[in-house]
């Protein structure tokens, strides 16, 4: 996997057994307790919302200080 390679296809995701297993692109596959999935998707939505943000305002010219 290279470090800046970027996916658009969301992960696979489901509880099995009292445990959370992510399957993702590039054969990521990850189980996780389902605190650690809940602390995981609060951190995904909120960094989703700058990296939008940031891609939004990314052409705007900058505005004088």
């Known amino acids: ?3 800046d390679e970027v996916y658009d296809e969301p992960s696979k995701v ?8 992510v399957d993702g692109p ?5 189980r996780l307790t389902p605190e650690a999935a809940e602390t ?14 940031q891609r939004r305002l990314k052409n705007l010219p900058q505005k004088p200080a």
Do not use: F, I, Y
């Open 14 to 21: 489901r509880a099995e057994d009292g445990v959370v297993n």
């Open 26 to 30: 590039d054969a990521v596959d990850v």
């Open 1 to 3: 996997m290279s470090d």
């Open 40 to 53: 995981t998707a609060d951190c995904l939505t909120e960094e989703a919302m700058r990296a939008r943000g």
